[in-house]
């Protein structure tokens, strides 16, 4: 007689998948790797938030004593409110930008030239902010050196110092975010304009419409999704706007006006050993960031039945 298989637990059926799968799971390991010491480690240790650092011995428990340090200190809420305004300037106003690049290279009719500025346009996004801030404080040295100011020279103009403007240093930042993340960002609302069935635009030309109505009534309405989630889990990052770029771009002429709270943590943490409260401003950040993702998604789900999940 035939022996009968004896069915393997649960357990036994993720080992198996894991095992004929090991070539696989060997390619991502560096990536759980990173995140399991960059992103989860991390959360664990959140804990410092409620107890005071000590390099040796046990921590002591310190309740919400950090939090009210710094809900009570009038630097926080000046960071807070930078933090806020940048980040606004870039997830919220940008957002429409990337969305107009995406459908003015749908309408380029050039397939050679659209791939050239499809290329140009995705180059800055793999360049570090170290290298791009570089060329932007070059583009805009305040001397006659700097190509801006060459510019205004030859149309009779003066010379302008934009880096230690502060009514000009967060447009900057924002202009910069464009330029590295333009290409970058459209790709997933041009890839949406792509899989539009050919056929709707063939019916929509047989009823008259022209390319603006196409736009309006063919291809928003197939971005409705794409944009919805982008816009969500843009929000996720709300409380952070941008700690690389802010950095190299930040001098004590503009510090008051672009100092936000990823600079704070750092100068805590890093620069004073403040780990306690470093950690604390850290966690009110991540708190935050969950709330606002998860409001934006059940508005979008009353108002549009579009989610994230």
Same mark, same amino acid.
């Not at 022996?3 to 799971?25: C, F, G, N, S, W």
């Not at 107009?100 to 749908?106: D, P, S, T």
């Not at 802010?246 to 510090?255: C, I, L």
């Given at each position: 007689m035939?022996e009968?298989k004896?069915p ?11 095992k004929?799968d090991r070539v696989?799971y060997l390619i ?6 990173y ?5 989860v480690?991390?959360?664990?240790n959140?804990?410092l938030?409620f107890?005071d ?5 046990p921590w ?5 004593k950090?939090?009210?340090l ?5 630097a926080?809420?000046?960071i807070l409110k930078n933090?806020?305004?940048i ?6 106003l940008?957002?429409?930008?990337f969305?107009?690049?995406a ?5 380029l009719?050039?397939n050679k ?9 995705y ?5 570090s902010w170290?290298?791009i801030?570089?060329?932007?404080k070059s583009f805009l040295?305040?001397s006659?050196l700097?190509a801006?100011?060459q510019?205004l020279?030859?149309f009779?103009a003066g ?6 403007s502060?009514?000009a240093?967060?447009w900057?930042l924002?202009?910069c975010e #464009?330029? %590295?993340?333009?290409?970058?960002? @459209? *790709? +997933? ?5 792509l899989?539009i069935?050919?056929d ?8 008259? #419409?022209n %390319?603006w109505?196409i736009?309006? @009534? *063919? +291809?928003?309405p ?6 919805t ?7 996720g ?11 190299n771009f930040?001098?004590n002429s503009?510090n008051?006006?672009i100092?936000?709270?990823?600079t704070?943590?750092?100068?805590l943490g890093?620069?004073?050993?403040q780990?306690?409260?470093a ?11 969950v709330i ?18």
């Amino acid at each position: 007689m035939r022996e009968q298989k004896v069915p393997m637990t649960a357990a036994q059926r993720t080992l198996h998948r894991i095992k004929k799968d090991r070539v696989l799971y060997l390619i991502l390991s560096p990536t759980i790797i990173y995140f399991c010491i960059f992103r989860v480690w991390p959360m664990i240790n959140m804990r410092l938030a409620f107890f005071d650092f000590k390099a040796r011995g046990p921590w002591e428990f310190a309740g919400l004593k950090y939090f009210e340090l710094i809900f009570q200190s009038s630097a926080f809420m000046q960071i807070l409110k930078n933090t806020l305004i940048i980040s606004f300037m870039k997830y919220v106003l940008l957002f429409p930008v990337f969305v107009i690049f995406a459908l003015v290279l749908n309408e380029l009719r050039c397939n050679k030239f659209r791939k050239y500025v499809q290329i140009v346009s995705y180059l800055p996004h793999f360049l570090s902010w170290v290298v791009i801030a570089g060329i932007w404080k070059s583009f805009l040295d305040p001397s006659d050196l700097g190509a801006l100011n060459q510019i205004l020279a030859f149309f009779g103009a003066g010379p302008v110092d934009l880096l230690t403007s502060k009514g000009a240093i967060r447009w900057i930042l924002m202009l910069c975010e #464009a330029w %590295r993340s333009i290409g970058w960002d @459209s *790709i +997933i609302y041009f890839t949406a304009i792509l899989n539009i069935s050919p056929d709707l635009y063939e019916a929509a030309k047989v009823d008259g #419409a022209n %390319r603006w109505h196409i736009i309006r @009534s *063919i +291809i928003l309405p197939a971005l409705l999704v794409p944009m919805t989630t982008v816009f969500i889990l843009n929000l996720g990052f709300f409380m952070s706007a941008g700690f690389d770029q802010v950095y190299n771009f930040t001098n004590n002429s503009v510090n008051s006006v672009i100092d936000i709270l990823d600079t704070y943590v750092n100068r805590l943490g890093i620069e004073n050993a403040q780990y306690s409260i470093a950690t604390a401003v850290s966690l009110i950040k991540g708190v935050v960031g969950v709330i606002l993702v998860c409001m934006t998604h059940i508005t979008s789900k009353k108002l549009t039945g579009e989610g994230v999940w």
